[in-house]
């Protein structure tokens, strides 16, 4: 995560968010006007060029950098990276989203891979053996209120089968259930190309620029980030 140099606005980010989240349109479309928190933003950050969902969100969420709403969208993971040699050393990640990739679900499902999933990784140098190479296993510990994941748009774009609810186990025994709530979508290369947004308000809508329709949360290959919302 990379840290962002504010600029002279005192203004807490998280202030400007949290009363536009109450500026919900009165008309009955539950649509909340994003400008001003995005002018705050850009004002505050004095965003360069334009960035990609991953660059753009990180950024959003550590600019506003609010406790409650980290609580509401931070996940945990451990992490443990294992030599061939029995070494092995353990920590806890957080993060504001899960990245995988589409081939990542060609053999695991996608509860499957959220809840734990192994890798190999080559250039790591053993600090015991001095070998390279080691396993690294990544496994939740904590599943907020709000799940993001992210889909690699450098990989191959083809369309996969995420699901519309998850379920994730609590420690406590039984499940939390979680549902699909909303995606974003990238048309176009990885270099260039258009985001929209499709949300759950009542139907299924997609917002492109200033254009509302009806849309839909299955994969066409183009999402990149999907909201899963935990279910009470
Ligand atoms: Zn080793």
Redesign the pocket.
């Known amino acids: 995560m990379f840290q962002v140099r504010s600029g002279a606005s005192k203004v807490p980010l998280c202030k400007v968010f949290k009363s536009i989240a109450e500026l919900v349109d009165g008309e009955g479309s539950g649509v909340v006007n994003p400008m001003p928190l995005f002018s705050a933003f850009v004002q505050k950050v004095h965003m360069q060029g334009q960035q990609d969902a991953e660059e753009g969100m990180t950024l959003f969420f550590d600019t506003i950098d609010d406790p409650i709403i980290n609580r509401i969208i931070m996940h945990r993971y451990r992490i443990t990276t294992a030599?061939?040699?029995g070494?092995q050393t353990s920590r806890v990640e957080e993060n504001y989203f899960v990245k995988i990739h589409r081939n990542d679900l060609v053999e695991t499902s996608f509860g499957d891979h959220i809840l734990s999933n192994t890798c190999s990784v080559g250039d790591f140098k053993?600090e015991?053996?001095s070998?390279m190479g080691c396993t690294y296993t990544a496994r939740l510990v904590y599943a907020p209120h709000i799940f993001v994941v992210l889909l690699d748009k450098y990989d191959e774009k083809y369309p996969v089968n995420y699901p519309m609810t998850l379920d994730i186990p609590k420690k406590t025994g039984g499940s939390h259930s979680y549902r699909l709530v909303a995606k974003i979508s990238h048309a176009g290369e990885a270099a260039y190309g258009h985001y929209t947004a499709t949300c759950m308000r009542g139907g299924i809508i997609t917002f492109n620029d200033e254009y509302m329709y009806p849309g839909s949360l299955v994969d066409d290959g183009n999402t990149v980030v999907l909201f899963y919302h935990r279910l009470e």
């Open positions: 030599c061939v040699c070494d053993c015991k053996c070998q």
